[in-house]
């Protein structure tokens, strides 16, 4: 089976360094596969998830969606079809609405198949019940972590 989300040997260098932020990195992720990228302070995660998304092109390498390459793929197409969440949850959450309403919004992004409800979300946290009376707070009202 062919990858969904490949990249090839990606490299991303800026002029202000000498090393390449991103490294000859290649990549296969096959659809519907949540991705979890770590790393320490600066090492690059936003950087290669903003070219993975096609918001942000390599220097050198190639990514492809759907074996097309992601830069001739329209902003639509790419916005409907890959989610990126970075710790900036104010680019994907909605700070106004309470984390459950939040929980909610999301898991109707799913199939009823591939989706987790609140409280098996709340269970792999391990203490759920230390997050009930988070439920009903405003996202805006968390630190950056709890987000």
Partial sequence: MKPYL?????QFKVKERTEPIIAETTLNI???EL???????GSGKSTLAKILAGYLKPTSGKVCLDQVRIDKISKGQKASTLVTLTQKAEERLF?????????ILWESRFSSNERLTSSELLELTGSPKRF?????????????GEK
């Fill in 6 to 10: 490949y990249a090839e040997n990606i």
């Fill in 30 to 32: 096959a659809k519907e």
């Fill in 35 to 41: 991705v979890v990228i770590l790393g320490h302070n």
């Fill in 95 to 103: 700070t106004e609405l309470t984390l459950a309403e939040n929980i």
């Fill in 132 to 144: 009930l009376p988070l439920l009903s707070q405003p996202l805006g009202k968390f630190s950056g």
